[in-house]
């Protein structure tokens, strides 16, 4: 059964592609609970195939820096591995589960759409990166 969930969505820019993920400030609400007082979570989230990737979410304690971000561990493999390009629009969402042992736990998702060279009525398609030739 699922409980509740959230969605974060990003235009991703140069900075997110070569350095590190910034992500909306509003996904702290989110994932403060799993965060046990610490300034990071490693997790894994799901691209639609299933494959799971390892990301590190990081609170910037201090500093003019404030917002999360995911850092290089696992999301530089992720941008890499996907031909992430500046404009793509970056999609992270979760839901809380009921796991075989009676526990609440939380599963991942990361996707990535553009825009591609399709059109339906004038407009472009957007579909999930995996679909676009390099």
Request: hydrophobic content about 45%.
């Amino acid at each position: 059964m699922a409980l509740p969930h959230f969605r974060v969505t990003k235009r991703l820019t140069y900075s997110d592609i070569f350095s590190k993920l910034e992500l909306p400030t509003l996904i702290q609400n989110h994932m403060i609970p799993f965060m046990n007082g610490n300034h990071f979570l490693d997790l894994m989230a799901a691209d639609i195939w299933g494959q799971q990737w390892p990301l590190r979410y990081y609170t910037r304690p201090a500093g003019h820096h404030k917002g999360p971000i995911f850092t290089k561990n696992g999301w530089c493999q992720f941008v890499e591995a996907k031909r992430l390009r500046v404009g793509d629009e970056f999609i992270f969402s979760g839901h809380q589960v009921i796991a075989a042992d009676g526990e609440l736990e939380i599963q991942y998702k990361i996707e990535v759409k553009r825009a591609s060279a399709i059109t339906f009525q004038g407009q472009p398609v957007v579909l999930d990166v995996e679909y676009l030739a390099a």
